[in-house]
Nanobody, 123 residues
Framework: QVQLVESGGGSVQAGDSLRLSCAAS????????MGWFRQAPGKEREFVAT????????SYADSVKGRFTISRDNVKKTVSLQMSSLKPDDTAVYSC????????????????WGQGTQVTVSS
């Protein structure tokens, strides 16, 4: 069992940076690939970034590539999403998720989810 709690959301201006964190509980955090997803009002949940259990493999949505960076600390049991050059289109509820095995871009592949944190980017 893994419990996830996100933090770091807020309201920022376009072009600003923000760092999201996801704290995990459970003894086997290092066994899980982690992902960040987002959901804007009226839209489906979409993939943002994912990282393998070791941190050696990462993948990003094209819309955030070059602006967002995912990282993890298996000792602290955290996964972070550093977001820069934020745009109004990045406005959404951001959620972290955990899955056994390798990384995946599809939300349905993930076993555990946090409650999410709101990110609002104004122009």
């Amino acid at each position: 069992q893994v419990q996830l709690v996100e933090s770091g959301g807020g309201s920022v201006q376009a072009g600003d940076s923000l760092r999201l964190s996801c704290a995990a509980s459970g003894r086997t955090f290092s066994n899980y690939a982690m992902g960040w997803f987002r959901q804007a009002p009226g839209k489906e949940r979409e993939f943002v970034a994912t990282i393998s259990w070791s941190g050696g493999t990462t993948s990003y949505a094209d819309s955030v590539k070059g602006r967002f960076t995912i990282s993890r600390d298996n000792v602290k049991k955290t996964v972070s999403l550093q977001m820069s050059s934020l745009k109004p289109d990045d406005t959404a509820v951001y959620s972290c998720a955990a899955k056994r095995g390798g990384t995946h871009l599809v939300p349905g592949a993930y076993d555990y989810w946090g409650q999410g944190t709101q990110v609002t980017v104004s122009s």
